[in-house]
């Protein structure tokens, strides 16, 4: 960005020197608009011929009507001129017949010349916005010891409010000890985890969970076995992107300092992904009162490696659990594989994946996702977490399903009954179905766009401080859901967020955002032609859970809270912030 706002300035500024270096010398009109067009044809050229994507860059479209007219006159002048000659008769006045189609010209390259703005793009690509569906009505079959049920952890305490965004002149940053309160972030897991299960004590609420688990998947009602494996996929992965040697000789530490030339280094530390806190209480309990052994744990993102500002805090008190990287054993990570064979096939006959050893062998997974938005798929949670999982450099081949294509900055692909890559994600037998717990870390609530900072929140009850939430879940439908109604409430496209990550306002508004939801939920849904089989053994994947909307962002009711249907219950820590029945009213979403 502040690139592109020197070079306009530039440009500007050199375009008026020439307007007054010319008015000065009384140069004649036609030879001021022959050096302007010679000179702005130049400029685009050499620089959108290299990169054809700079052309919605605001110093191109600066550019380009001066070019475009110019072209324009040229051909028109040399067209006009042979009709004349070859009619013997000068039955068209060349010049002026020339002017008229340059001010065409001009006015068709100032309409048509991308405009790099999201909310117009936006705008223009689909008036439809939000989901198909209602409030309180529910689709699919509810998951959970208690079905459906979503729980929503909130205190204030949990984060400094003073804390404002990264800030790499004084090495702040949202992770760092001072933003954070651990004891308050591990009483929020911790009396998260009994609300879900309903239980008094931490050992026995995780023992409901392993039985539920194992009863579902293996219909036996056994708690944790001593040598099972658990798999906890964190979301780190930025961290990969432009990682440089000094990065790694430092065990993937911030840098104390940042040289000219490294803003991409800079992106690649900023975004808000998974901080230590909450990881740390997870750890806690399933080894001090789950019992498991921690060299049967392993944590990371498999596709990139884990920050120190994580694994420093971790291994302190737990040095032989595996902390995971595809390329180095360096600094005590523990070296993954990709898994010899392809163990994800995807529905639409497209293509296949291969994930991890770590996965394969797994006997359960942990999701830790983030809650945020998402410039291509509208919001990023545990579904979108999938994608660290994939045996490749990266998951770009994937994002053809999303609802948007991030390179055109639009939403290109909403709608419903499409073909999502989600449902197969959510259906694997590695993944979506061998995943014992679901969770969402709302502490430092994400931006706009998924590869940038967090920004405050202005929804009730954040108003305008941090989200200081969690959300956790056996139901991975119901889960998309709830986080989906927060988000898509809060980046409604009218409040006007912190302008560090503000860039797609209206992208969980986009028409379609949960049609994965939908899918998951139920099989009516599925496209024409579909079956979603991403174990390729024949058999389509069951129902996944429930989806719902709820019936206003201020009392957070769904048909479980209101007792009018099979639904999402979302319950809260605080028990207030979602209204009971009582008090609730049916108003629908704004």
């Not at 008015?23 to 030879?31: A, E, T, W």
């Not at 324009?72 to 008769?89: H, W």
């Not at 020339?98 to 705008?123: D, H, K, M, R, S």
Request: aromatic fraction near 12%.
């Amino acid at each position: 960005m502040q690139k592109m706002k020197f070079d306009i300035s530039r440009l500007k500024g050199k375009l008026g020197q020439m307007r007054d270096w010319f008015f000065r010398h009384r140069l004649p009109y036609r030879l001021i608009f022959l050096i302007m067009g010679i000179a702005s044809t130049v400029w685009f050229l050499i620089r959108v011929i290299p990169k054809p994507s700079r052309a919605t860059y605001p110093c191109m479209r600066v550019a380009a009507p001066f070019m475009s007219g110019f072209v324009a006159y040229l051909l028109a002048v040399a067209g006009l001129t042979a009709v004349s000659r070859r009619s013997r008769r000068k039955i068209i006045n060349v010049r002026y017949g020339a002017t008229v189609l340059l001010l065409a010209g001009v006015i068709v390259a100032i309409a048509v010349i991308p405009v790099n703005n999201p909310a117009v793009l936006f705008q223009a690509t689909e008036t439809r916005t939000g989901p198909e569906d209602g409030p309180n009505q529910p689709i699919g079959e509810a998951k959970g010891i208690f079905p459906g049920r979503v729980v929503w952890v909130w205190n204030p305490d949990a984060t400094n409010e003073k804390f404002e965004h990264n800030n790499f002149d004084n090495y702040d940053f949202f992770i760092s000890p001072q933003n954070n309160n651990p004891e308050v972030i591990a009483r929020m897991f911790h009396d998260g985890v009994l609300k879900l299960t309903g239980k008094k004590n931490i050992n026995k609420a995780w023992d409901a969970m392993f039985k539920y688990f194992n009863e579902k998947k293996h219909n036996r009602k056994v708690g944790y076995t001593k040598g099972e494996k658990i798999f906890i996929k964190i979301n780190q992965g930025q961290a990969g992107w432009v990682l440089s040697q000094e990065d790694k000789k430092n065990g993937y530490a911030l840098p104390s300092t940042l040289q000219k030339g490294q803003e991409m280094r800079k992106a690649s530390m900023e975004p808000t992904e998974t901080g230590p806190y909450a990881v740390l209480e997870l750890l806690r309990e399933l080894v001090n009162e789950a019992g498991v052994n921690q060299t049967d744990i392993s944590v990371g993102d498999p596709m990139d490696p884990i920050y120190a500002h994580n694994y420093n805090v971790w291994v302190k008190e737990f040095p032989n659990i595996k902390y995971l990287d595809r390329s180095s054993t360096s600094f005590g990570r523990t070296l993954i594989k990709i898994s010899e064979k392809p163990l994800v096939y995807y529905s639409d006959k497209t293509t296949n994946d291969k994930l991890y050893d770590v996965i394969e062998n797994a006997n359960y997974v942990i999701m830790m996702a983030v809650l945020k938005s998402h410039g291509a798929a509208g919001i990023s949670l545990t579904a979108k977490l999938n994608f660290g999982n994939i045996g490749r450099n990266g998951a770009a081949h994937l994002h053809y399903s999303h609802i948007a294509n991030r390179r055109e900055g639009r939403p290109t692909n909403t709608g419903y009954h499409k073909y999502r890559v989600f449902v197969d994600l959510m259906g694997s037998k590695y993944l979506g179905q061998n995943t014992l717990f679901w969770f969402v870390e709302g502490l430092f609530g994400g931006g706009a766009s998924e590869v940038k900072g967090p920004v405050k929140y202005f929804m009730t009850p954040f108003n305008n401080d941090w989200c200081n939430s969690m959300f956790m879940s056996l139901d991975p439908v119901a889960i998309e859901s709830v986080g989906y109604d927060f988000l898509r409430t809060e980046w409604d496209g009218v409040h006007k967020h912190d302008a560090v990550n503000n860039e797609w306002e209206s992208m969980p508004n986009a028409y379609g955002v949960d049609d994965y939801m939908h899918q998951a939920a139920d099989t009516a849904n599925w496209p024409k032609g579909i079956k979603y089989d991403p174990d390729n053994s024949g058999k389509p994947i069951p129902v996944l859970g429930v989806h719902e909307h709820w019936n206003n962002p201020v009392d957070k009711q769904y048909s479980r809270n209101l007792g009018t249907g099979n639904g999402i219950e979302l319950v809260s820590v605080p028990e207030d912030l979602v209204k009971s029945i009582e008090k609730g009213n049916k108003n629908e979403l704004r």
